[in-house]
């Protein structure tokens, strides 16, 4: 189970879009010590979306020692150590990482986010049990909160989603047999438009390589097919009128 | 060349919000097709963070055919088509696989993000020639729009940052001599502290697991060596001591 942290917020603002991206990557259980007053008319419900329905009314206010004593915490921070010579930033984990690790273990989790301009201080980091940070530019590695929240939790998301909004297949490319359909209709294109003999297997492989990187659809193979069918029926069409009007 | 647009977005804090992820993820061109008014003491500056300083006041208004003509536009939505049978919506990548396939391609490309409320629409969208989705909850997709730039722009970062914040290594582990050094001082622990003998190879081996699996880093192993020598030592002591006071 993976709840979401934020200490000492000043914001309203941030801990709505907090909220919503919870809801956004299947997350409830927000977690808010010393919370700024959060008006039902203000930011934080404004900016939460849906779940100004749920999320942020079921929120739990706690304190510090509450969250360490109840949940494995992870601490979130854009500033580490350079090195094992101190352990308040270091060892960190990356987003991706993080996920990883947090796949094979079973613990109430709380990842922890911390005040708007600060962040977590070294006296709360050295009291949580890992640490993560975002990698960001080197000349500015520091995210607005709800930034850097959002995107841990999109991280996060397979151990939190049962489902997503996507289709299982995000691309449903043509079969093999249509593809061989689609470059055999393109060599009779070339042979209807009079492409010179020579240049045709040089013209069909330039083909193959352009389409075999788009991975098409059966739907772009059935009607660009049939678009280079109708390319040739016309060529033969006008041809025939032609030689009607010539005979 | 990666550049990010926003289409008709209504509120500046949004505007603010992309330009400091922006500048987070190493991005510096922005560009703005119907854009709110900017009001340098307004919420775009005031959210913009650093970015304040050069991705915002350098942001370039353009229209929405200018977009077109003058990018390899990606279009990013959150509502997607299910099947081929539709081409407005479908195929589309994720943020990430969309970083796989720019990584090999050389062209102006521009992440293009829509207004607040719809997003892009499908007349806009069948007119890119990308499309990207970000994966969500099923129940609730639609995220804020900062928080969608953010993600998008977070997968990108390997083609935009050269330099994280981040040292080479975030992980310095223990070389393996010293890891086993450890592993020898705790059998001398063992020793000290009088566990049984018969116990001590589940002991060693429990001990082995839980530091295999923490990858120690240098220091960690030395403190802990450190620590359990110091345990032996004190027995040591204690026992010449009440050995002496009973002589």
Request: hydrophobic share 35%; net charge negative.
């Amino acid at each position: 189970m993976l709840s979401v942290a934020v200490v000492d917020a000043t914001e309203p603002g941030n801990v709505g879009t907090i909220a919503r991206s919870m809801k956004n990557f299947g997350l409830s259980d927000l977690l808010l010590v010393d919370p700024p007053e959060l008006d039902p008319e203000g930011e934080a419900y404004g900016f939460a979306g849906q779940a100004r329905e749920d999320v942020l009314p079921e929120a739990r206010e706690l304190t510090f020692e509450e969250l360490l004593s109840e949940f494995h915490t992870v601490g979130c921070t854009a500033v580490t150590n350079e090195d094992a010579t101190s352990h308040v930033r270091y060892p960190f984990q990356t987003p991706a990482e993080l996920a990883d690790d947090l796949a094979s273990v079973e613990a109430e989790t709380a990842v922890v986010f911390g005040r708007e301009r600060v962040g977590l201080t070294n006296d709360e980091l050295a009291r949580m049990d890992q640490v993560c940070s975002i990698p960001a530019s080197d000349d500015y590695p520091v995210l607005n909160l709800g930034q850097a929240a959002t995107v841990v939790l999109y991280e996060l998301r397979e151990l939190t989603l049962e489902e997503t909004q996507h289709p299982d297949e995000r691309h449903e490319r043509a079969d093999q047999q249509a593809i061989a359909g689609l470059h055999d209709q393109f060599g009779d294109f070339l042979e209807d438009i009079g492409h010179p003999d020579e240049k045709r297997p040089k013209a069909t492989r330039l083909w193959r390589r352009f389409v075999g990187r788009a991975h098409p659809t059966g739907r772009e193979v059935r009607t660009l097919r049939g678009l280079f069918r109708r390319a040739g029926q016309r060529i033969e069409w006008a041809e025939t009128d032609s030689s009607d009007g010539d005979g």
